[in-house]
């Protein structure tokens, strides 16, 4: 078995963040084949998000850092992708969020998972800034960007592109631990991390639709 | 940060692809050269098919490795084997950007198929090959293939496949 290693696992009250494995291909291809991925770079046929997803597991290597898939802690069910993003021809490392089916939408997951991403893009990468590219028209990524603190920056440069992103950057590490975001209820997030790998095996489940994350069309 | 395996041959190295290996695969791909194998590609392009490349071996359980001189760590090729969805089944594939026409392609295709007959327990190859692609035709016969059929590709458009000898008649 080949697999990509050193990647960490972090954890939410709710969530564990893991690297993506063959296993998840088949949430990650229903979710491109729907709509609601027109957002995050699809609608995409199988060829291309069986490439897409490979894209996924190399960035890992090729950055030291990457797009983790999303599950409740129990079930390892893929729930989306959520993590950090950084293709060669960005201008900046971004963080980016998506949930493959809109009923899992509501319940604070993308915005616990976004949250530990910036915790962890912060105190382990040690990045000093962090931004989400976000399609103008896609208010619910919007709102949770917002949420999380980040603000527009009309003063970016957005990606390239073939949907026109928007600049949302994140509060600075300084303002972070002063005044970290946090919905009701819920603890910030504690990222931990253990040692994880892409295995091989293939499950199915069959979910879409999308949600947040970054916009940036056929880039994606 | 992976565990891919490496392949060492008389002349060569077979390692994993690599950051440091961009470089040198964004100007193969942005060449005319590289219009056989689905480029000319963009920097862009190029730089997120080097992650598939590296994907392809957690999907797949084995995939493509970066060929190097032995006493130099510069890419000069990318060989293996290659079974993305669309593929008819995988195959041993091969491109040399640097230092054509020694042997090199041969040679790092050849520990290639080892590799799959010997330590996957493979028993049969084929190479897919853009048709028109006269050096890849040599080397794929040099290493005792022959044409078996004619592929058309969505994308590559008309390919020859080319079927090795098994692990027993191998060249």
Redesign the interface.
Known sequence: MITVTGTPTLTTDRLTLRAPHPGDLAAFIAFYATDRSHFTGGPKTLREAWNYFGTQIGHWVMRGYGMFVLTRTGDDTALGIVGHWHPNTWPEREIGWVLFDAADEGQGIAFEAAQACISHAYDTLNWTTAVSYIAAENTASIALAERLGASLDTKATPPPSTIPALVYRHLSPSLISKNPPRRAGQPQAQPSTKGAQGATSTNVSSRASASAGSPTGGAR | ????PTLTTDRLILR????KD?PAFATFYASDAARFVGGPLS??ET?????????????R???RWMVTLKDDDAAIGLVGLHN???WPEPEVGWYIWSGTGKGYATEAGRAARDYAYDTLGWDTLVSMIVSGNDASVRVATQMGAVRVEDHHH?VHGAMEVYRHPGPQARA
């Open positions: 940060m992976t565990s891919i994993a692809p690599a950051p961009v920097e862009a730089w997120r098919y080097q992650c598939q490349v590296i994907g392809h071996w957690s999907m359980g084995y995939g993305p969805l669309d969505p």
